[in-house]
């Protein structure tokens, strides 16, 4: 994996070289985010910069937004994947920067504009490294990661991990400081398993509830029932969690509510209990409705696997990291029981997802993600778009 030192010098140069024009394209997109599944002007600005760029534009099928672009090298070989997210966030910004949103109540709060321009980055440092590598970098623009079920799936249905050898992803992390990155191997976020329930029961007066089958209380009892699946049905060594973040039912205080819908997301990390959850919680449900003489229904929004890192993938970019810019610049990514879709590709084909250092607090870059004052240090475009770059090159390169 050491790669000739003159690659790593021309890599920094071109991404010192472009990261004004980055910043540009960075902040034009801060200032125009959209929601998920609608980032059509996203779309077309991305599109718009990747022609420009010289990469080869991949027309998408039955996808109306994201994007999936092309640069080959100086002669036919693998392919390698570079993914971003694109979407935005229904957040109102406040953290008062110059280029803040220009669309009320909508924010990039996540990073995903860091992330698409550490991406468009990539592609106009490697377009003036074609000599440098055989094969295919492809970049694939993903919609709609905040919202499930995501736009991972889709995008795989486009054809987006065809003949990949190997795919890379990066989050931004204001935990981090500007220049480091983090890595782990293996499981490193959870599954996660979008459920709604909804009781049924049947409605009456509030006075005459034994001619009714009251789905409040039938749903109480199920929101309650289904807390002691994590504290006593699993291991208490696996971390799990089932939370209810929504729940909805009823008409006036005086009716008995003949429905209610429970919103839910079941997390885990490991394989098996992703499986079992959906299992348990609708056992659960099952049971607590019989007994009540009502019934349920269990419609699953989405199900996305546990995101677990290849090992040799991060040692790969541990070693470039390390030869572009130094020792002691990484540092390890704690587990946490979010979830992305970048799990989806994850389970396909090796790779890795890396988080980018983007703390800087004298910008007060130091908010958490979906914060209405997050802030990132557009400095670290230089480091992600320098790793991808060097990746890139080390997979791909003619002189391995
Ligand atoms: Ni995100």
Redesign the pocket.
Known sequence: MKQPRDTFDEIRKIAGQIHPEQVRWRRHLHAHPELSTQEFETTAFLTKQLRTLGARVVPLRKMKTGVIAELTGHCPGPVVAIRS?IDALPICEKSGVPFASKITGRMHA???DMHMATVLGAVAVLSQMRERFSGTVRFIFQPA??VPPGGARPMIAEGALKNVKVIFGL?VDPTLATGKISLRDGVTMASVCDFDLIIHGSGGHAARPHTTVDSITCAAEVVDSIQKIVSREIDPILPAAITFGRIEGGTARNVIADRVTLTGTARSLSPELARRLPALIRRTTAGICKARGAKFEMKEIARYPVLSNHARVNRLLASNYEQLFGPGKIETTPVVLGG?DFACYLEKVPGSMFRLGVMNKKIKADKP?HSDRFIADEQALIFGTSLFCAAVVDVLGKDR
């Open positions: 997210d996540c990073g995903h990661e905040e989050h992305e993600w």
